[in-house]
C-alpha cells in the first residue's frame, strides 16, 4: 500500500540540533542507556579486488592493508609523482578480501539496535566511480550487500519484539540525478523539493512512503528502486552509477503495555549509494554522460568541502560556515553530517595503479570525516492522550475485560454456545428471508385488490346507471350482477388471504423478540451479543425499508389509477354536455318542443351534476370485505375503489369529516344566512356543525354591528339551487359588501376579514367533500 505524503522528514526527526546549537556540545560517546551523547562518523575503508581488465594489465595492488584499522598507500605508480608511501587509519579497514557479511556486521550492525530504540542513523558509500559502492550497499546477485542485510536483521528483530511492542515501518527510496530529486518508489512528474523544518528537520516534500509489513515487501520495493535507478556504463565500471540514490526507513514503536501515556519512538536509518567521482581521462565520458559526470563531481565536491568544514570547526572549534546548500546531496544529508545522527561512511577503493590518485582522495576525505563529531539524540514522543479519548480508551478497556471474564466462564462452566456468532446470524437471515416472503406476498395481495377493486367500482357505478334507467336491459344488468358477484368474491379471497398472511407476519415479527432470549443463554461474550444486536438492527432497519418502499409505491400508483379514471370521466362528462346542447339548439331552432322521457332525462343529468358538485361518498372499503353488492345507502352513492392501508391515516381524517351514514339527498334549503346547508353541502359532520357554530356568531356580529354605528349588509338572495358548491361561496362573497363606510376603519376590517375567513374555510369544507 502506498501512501503518499506530501512532507517527508529527512533523515532526523525531533530536535534537530542547529550548525549553532552544536558548538560546545560535550563530547561523549553514546552509552545504551542514555538518550543523548556525541559521536564521531565512524570510517571503515574497503578495498575491492582488481577487476578482470585490470588483472590483464597490472596485477600490483598500490594498497596494503596492514591490519584491521590501518592500511598503506603504495606511491610511485606511472602518473603519481610522489615518492612516499602513505598510511592511514580508520575505524574498519577491510581488504579484497573482505565478505558483505563481515562489513555489515562491524559497520552497520550496531546502526540497528540504535534506529529500533528511535535514534537516527546513517550509512553512506563514498569513492571514486567502480571502486564498489553499489557492491558494498546493495550487492550483486550471488551476495547482497548492506541494505537488504540491514532489512533482513530489522525485521527479525521487530518480529522477535512484537510481543511487547507494536512496530511501524516506512520506506523512501530516491535518487539526485542532474541535481533534481525523482521518487524511486513511486515515480510521477510531481516536483520533489527539499525543505527545512525547524522541528522535523530535512524535509522532502511530495515524496511518497511505503508501508512495509515484511521484508518480503521492503526487498521487492528496493529491487523496483534499484532498477529505475539512472546507470550506464563507461571506461571504467560497465553498470555506472549516474545518481546518487538514498534509502530511507522509518520505525516508529511504542510499548504494548503502555495505557493512557505512551512513549512512541521515531528511528531513522537513512542508506546511501552516491555515484563515484569521475575523471574524465579515466572514463572517457562525452555528451550527456560528461553533463552527468559533472553534477555528480560537483554534489561530491560540494560534500568534500562540507566534510573539510566540519572537520574544520572540530579540530579548531568557533562558528564556521558549513556549505550544505552548495548541493541537493549536502542538504539532505546534513543531519547525518552535523546533526542528530550516528553516521558510518565506507570509503570504498580501487587496488589498482592507475585509480591511485582517486584512491588518496577518497582516503583523505575519510580521514577528515572521521573527525567530524554528530550529537546524537533518543526520539522519544511523549502521546499522552487526549482527556476526550480517555472514554474510548476506557470503553475499549472495560468490552475487553468483559469478554475476557465471559471467555472464563465459558471454560469453566463448558457453556458455550453450540452455533456460534456466525450460527445466530445465519438463524436471523433465514428468519428476515421468511418474513419478507410473506412481506412480498401481502404487497401482491393489496396490488390485486386494488385491480379488482377498481374493475369492481367502474362495474358497479355501469349497474346503478342501468338501474336508473326506465328501460334497461334486464340482461346486461344480470351479467353485470353476475361479474360484480364474481370479483366481490375474488376480493373476499384477497381478504382472507390478507389476513392470514398479516397474522402470520405477526408470529415472526413477534419472534424477533425470542433471539435476544436464546443469546443470552446461550453463553455469547458481550461483544458478541452486541454484533448479534447491531446484525439484528439492521435487518429489522432493512426490512422497514422494504415495506416503506412498497408502500410508497403502490400508493402512487393507486392515485395515477384514480387521475387515470377520473380524467376519463370528466372527459365523458364533457362529451355529454355537448351532446345536449346541441340537441337543445336543434330543439330551439326548429321550435320543437322537448319530449317528457327527453325531459326527465336532463332533469336526471342534472340531479347527478348537482351530486358530482355536493358530495361523493368515499366507504373505505379496505377495512372489511364486501358482504353484499348493495352499492349503498343511495342509488346516487358513488363509490370509490378501496383504499390501501397506507393511505388509512391520510383518509382518516377525511373519513372523519364524512358521517358514516352520508345521505346524499339534497339538503332542505333555507334562505337564512345562518343555515349552513344553503350552500349545498351537507353540515351534519362536527366540522360542519362548528362553521355553523361560527357562521352563527358571525350573524351576531353582523347584527350587534348594524345596531351600533355600521351597517353590514348580506344580500340575502339565495345562491342557484343548481350552482355547484365550489361556486357558491364565490357568489356570497361576491353578494357581500359594507353599505356605509364604518367610522372605525380597523374595527370594520376585522369584521370583512371574519366574514372572508368564513367564506374561505367553507371552500375549504367543499373541497374535501368532493374530491
Ligand atoms: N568487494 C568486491 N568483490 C567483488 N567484486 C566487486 C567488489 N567491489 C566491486 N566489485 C565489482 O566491481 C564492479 C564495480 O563495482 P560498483 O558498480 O559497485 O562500483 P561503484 O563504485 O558503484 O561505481 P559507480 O560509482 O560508477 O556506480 C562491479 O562489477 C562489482 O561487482
Known sequence: ????????????????????????????????????????????????????????????????????????????????????????????????????????????????????NGFNSTIFAYGATGTGKTYTMIGDGNSAGII?????????????????RTYSVRMSYLEIYNESLKDLIYPSNIVLDIREDPIKGIIVSNLTEYMATNIQEVMECLNLGNQRR?????????????????????????????????????????????AGSERNIMTNNKGIRLIEGSNINKSLLALGNCINALSERNERGGRIFIPYRDSKLTRLLKDSLGGNCKTVMIACISPYFECCLDTLNTLKYARRAKTIKTCIKRNIVNTSHHIANYTTI?????????????????????????????????????????EAKIRKKLFKIQQWKDDIGFILFSKQTELNHLKSQKERDENLLNSLGAEIETLTASLNNQWIEEEKMNIK????????????????????????????????????????????????????????????????????????????????????????????ELKEAYEQIQTLKEVNSSSILTPDFSSKPYTSLTPGPSDKSLIFPPVLNSQRS?????????????????????????????????FLHPEASKMSLHNRSLSGIKAKAENSYSQISIEKNKPKSKAPANSIADKYKQSLYIQRPSKYPIQRKSRIFQVRNYFSQIRKVSSTYVM
Not at 148 to 164: G, H, M, S, V, W
Not at 570 to 591: A, C, F, V
Request: charged share 25%; net charge positive; with cysteine.
Open 1 to 116: 500500500m502506498f501512501l503518499h505524503i506530501p512532507d517527508i522528514s529527512f533523515v532526523a526527526v525531533g530536535n534537530t540540533s542547529l550548525e549553532t546549537e552544536d558548538q560546545g556540545f560535550e563530547t561523549e560517546e553514546l552509552s545504551p542507556q542514555s538518550n543523548y551523547g556525541s559521536s564521531n562518523i565512524l570510517v571503515a575503508v574497503r578495498c575491492r579486488p582488481f577487476s578482470t581488465k585490470e588483472l590483464q594489465t597490472n596485477n600490483q595492488s598500490i594498497i596494503r592493508v596492514l591490519d584491521a584499522n590501518s592500511l598503506i598507500v603504495l606511491t610511485g605508480g606511472s602518473k603519481i609523482r610522489r615518492n612516499k608511501p602513505e598510511t592511514f587509519i580508520f575505524d574498519y579497514v577491510f581488504n579484497e578480501t573482505a565478505s558483505q557479511k563481515e562489513i555489515f556486521e562491524k559497520s552497520t550492525l550496531t546502526l540497528i539496535d540504535g534506529v529500533l
Open 148 to 164: 537488504p542485510a540491514a532489512f533482513t536483521d530489522l525485521f527479525t528483530k521487530i518480529e522477535a519484539n512484537q510481543r511487547e
Open 230 to 274: 539512472t546507470v550506464e556504463s563507461n571506461e571504467v565500471n560497465v553498470v555506472s552509477s549516474r545518481s546518487h540514490a538514498i534509502l530511507q526507513i522509518i520505525i516508529e514503536s511504542r510499548d504494548k503495555a503502555s495505557g493512557i501515556e505512551s512513549e512512541l519512538t521515531i528511528g531513522k536509518l537513512s542508506m546511501v549509494d552516491l
Open 394 to 434: 476506557i470503553a475499549q478497556l472495560r468490552q475487553e475485560v468483559s469478554s475476557l471474564k465471559s471467555l472464563l466462564i465459558q471454560n469453566k462452566s463448558g457453556n458455550f454456545s453450540p452455533v456460534g456468532v456466525e450460527g445466530h446470524q445465519i438463524e436471523i437471515n433465514k428468519h428476515f428471508q421468511a
Open 505 to 596: 407476519l405477526k408470529e415472526l415479527e413477534s419472534k424477533r423478540n425470542e433471539f435476544y432470549r436464546t443469546w443470552m443463554s446461550s453463553g455469547l461474550s458481550e461483544s458478541q451479543l452486541s454484533s448479534l444486536k447491531i446484525y439484528l438492527k439492521e435487518n429489522i432497519f432493512s426490512m422497514n425499508m422494504i415495506s416503506l418502499n412498497k408502500g410508497k409505491k403502490s400508493e402512487s400508483s393507486f392515485i395515477k389509477q384514480k387521475d387515470a379514471y377520473i380524467k376519463q370521466l370528466e372527459e365523458q362528462l364533457k362529451l355529454r354536455d355537448n351532446i345536449i346542447k346541441k340537441n337543445q339548439k336543434i330543439l330551439k331552432d326548429s321550435n320543437l318542443r322537448a319530449s317528457p
Open 650 to 682: 391520510r383518509l382518516k381524517r377525511k373519513s372523519e369529516i364524512i358521517p358514516p351514514n352520508f345521505s346524499l339527498n339534497r339538503p332542505k334549503r333555507k334562505t337564512s344566512f345562518e343555515s349552513p346547508k344553503r350552500t349545498g353541502i351537507n
